[in-house]
């Protein structure tokens, strides 16, 4: 009898913790006023996690990328409201890393960048029509020194430094 009320225990226990949702993930939409979808993805614990897409009051995607615990990280896509994409590139706790790539309104590149927590730091190369125009290098957001060739940048720096 003993065992019985243990063991039938132990079941109603295992039934409500089958109701209990131990991540509390829900899927979730904002509007704005008009009614126009704003943004969309997961939270997890009122926090945005995974990924989430956000939207320009015309409709348009405006950026997209994933969260964790509430910050941006890994990579980002942002557009313009006319649907061409304007920047992207890697973040790391909301900070931007890495190299950045940045667009003209024609969609192309035209200029990328190496950034550490959101500051210039390291390499910036400008783009005139897809051709290299110049290059520059930066240290802590201050600019260390400009090239206006190819040639001239890489007679004093590796390429190797661009990876």
Not at 22 to 39: A, C, F, I, V, W
Not at 80 to 102: A, H, M, P, Q, Y
Not at 115 to 136: R, V
Request: aromatic share 20%; net charge positive.
């Amino acid at each position: 009898m003993k065992l019985f009320k243990l063991f039938s225990a132990a079941l109603i226990c295992l039934g409500l913790l089958a109701f209990i949702n131990p991540e509390d993930k829900r899927y979730e939409r904002t509007y704005y006023d008009d009614g126009t979808l704003e943004s969309e993805g997961w939270i997890r614990y009122s926090t945005k996690t995974d990924y989430w897409t956000f939207y320009h009051p015309n409709g348009h995607k405006s950026e997209q990328g994933f969260y964790a615990y509430g910050k941006k990280e890994k990579y980002w896509f942002f557009f313009s409201e006319d649907r061409i994409r304007t920047k992207e590139g890697k973040f790391v706790e909301n900070k931007e890393i890495g190299w950045w790539l940045f667009y003209d309104k024609k969609g192309r590149v035209n200029h990328k960048c190496q950034l550490t927590k959101g500051i210039k730091d390291g390499y910036c190369l400008k783009y005139k029509d897809t051709k290299l125009i110049s290059a520059e290098k930066y240290s802590n957001g201050e600019k260390v020194k400009e090239w206006t060739s190819f040639r001239a940048f890489t007679s004093e720096n590796s390429l190797s430094d661009l990876k």
